[in-house]
C-alpha cells in the first residue's frame, strides 16, 4: 500500500506555490481501506500520526518508524475530529455519543461537552486548542442525520461553534453558520476559520471558509467574513502553516489559499479529502486523509505548532 500513487501531483495556479515544495517532491499513499477517513493528529512524541474512519466506528493509527497502521480505538464512538492539547492529549469530537472528549496519559475519557443549556449537542465534528487551553468545536448535524455515521436522531440545537473555557464553561462563539465544519487559528491565534458546508443539504447553501477576528481577552468572535470559496467539491477540514497559508481539503485534494485568500495551487488526490494534518519532526510533512486513504507529502512549508 505504501508508494507514489498515479493522479497524485502538484498544480501550481500562482507561481509563490512553487516555494512549497521541492521540484522531486512527491504523494505518497501510506495506507488505504477506511470507509471515510477524517480527524489526522500528529502526536510527536511517539512520532505516530491517529485518524478516524468514521462509518467503521475505529480510530487508526500510523507508526512513521515502521510504517505501520492498526487499530487504536474500536469502537471510538463514531470519533470525527482529533486534535492534541498543550499537554500532549488527545481531544476528539464523537458523534455516537454527541460529545467532546479528552483522552488522559493513563487512558481514562474525560468529557468535555456534551450538552448545551441542558439540550444534547448535534455531533461534534472538529476541534481546536488554542494556547491559553480553551477548547474550540464545531457542531453540525451530520453525525445524527442518518445511521451511517453515528445515531439517527432529531436536534436539539443549532448548528453553532462552541468554545470551552479552562474552567469547563461552555458558550456558544457563533451562531450564523448553517453547517459549520472545520476550523482553524492563524499563526498568531487573532484568527479563527471555519468552514461551512450548509451544500451539502441546500442547494444554494454555503461552502466557503469564513474569517473571524478573536478578541484580545480570546474569548469571542466578530468581523466575520467570507474568505475563500471553494471551487471543487466542498472545504471541510484544514490548517495553516506558519506563514499562514491555509491548506484544506477539497473535492479534487488539497487547496493552498496565501493569507490574503488567493488560491495558489493545489496537491491532486485521486479521491474526495476530508482533512489534513502537519507532522514529522519539522511539521514538514502534510498528512492527507482521502475517503479511503492516508497520504503524504513532505513540502517546505512548516505547520503550525497547533492544530
Known amino acids: 500500500m505504501f508508494g507514489v500513487v498515479e493522479g497524485c501531483s502538484f498544480e501550481v495556479i500562482d507561481e509563490s506555490f512553487g516555494e512549497c515544495f521541492v521540484g522531486h517532491a512527491r504523494v505518497e499513499r501510506l495506507w488505504t481501506g477506511a470507509r471515510w477517513s477524517e480527524g489526522p493528529v500528529w502526536f510527536a512524541a511517539g512520532r505516530y500520526l491517529l485518524w478516524s474512519d468514521i462509518p467503521n466506528n475505529r480510530m487508526l493509527r500510523w507508526d512513521e518508524t515502521n510504517n505501520q497502521v492498526s487499530e487504536f480505538r474500536l469502537p471510538s464512538n463514531n470519533s470525527n475530529g482529533n486534535t492534541v492539547d498543550g499537554q500532549g492529549r488527545l481531544v476528539t469530537c464523537e458523534h455516537l455519543t454527541r460529545r467532546v472528549t479528552r483522552t488522559e496519559h493513563d487512558g481514562s475519557i474525560t468529557v468535555l461537552a456534551d450538552q448545551w443549556q441542558g439540550k444534547s449537542l448535534n455531533s461534534p465534528n472538529d476541534v481546536v486548542v488554542k494556547s491559553d487551553g480553551s477548547v474550540w468545536f464545531t457542531d453540525p448535524s451530520y453525525g445524527i442525520l442518518t445511521d451511517y ?130 507532522g514529522g519532526a519539522k511539521r514538514n510533512r502534510l498528512f492527507i486523509c482521502g475517503t479511503s486513504s492516508l497520504y503524504s507529502v513532505y513540502l517546505t512549508a512548516n505547520g503550525c505548532a497547533r492544530g
Open 149 to 278: 455515521e453515528g445515531e439517527r436522531a432529531e436536534p436539539q440545537l443549532p448548528c453553532h461553534v462552541y468554545r470551552i473555557d479552562s474552567d469547563g464553561t461552555l458558550s456558544v462563539v457563533a451562531s450564523d453558520f448553517e453547517k459549520p465544519n472545520g476550523l482553524a487559528f492563524s499563526p498568531d491565534e487573532s484568527v479563527l476559520y471555519v468552514s461551512d458546508t450548509g451544500a451539502t443539504h441546500l442547494a444554494d447553501g454555503p461552502k466557503h471558509i469564513r474569517r473571524l477576528s478573536v478578541s484580545a481577552d480570546g474569548q469571542s468572535l466578530s468581523d466575520s467574513q467570507v474568505f475563500a470559496e471553494c471551487t471543487h467539491g466542498l472545504f471541510d477540514g484544514f490548517r495553516l502553516d506558519t506563514q499562514g497559508r491555509l491548506w484544506t481539503s477539497a473535492g479534487d485534494g488539497v487547496h493552498c489559499y496565501n493569507p490574503e485568500g488567493l488560491l495558489i495551487g493545489k496537491v491532486l488526490i485521486p479521491e474526495f479529502v476530508s482533512n489534513v494534518a502537519f
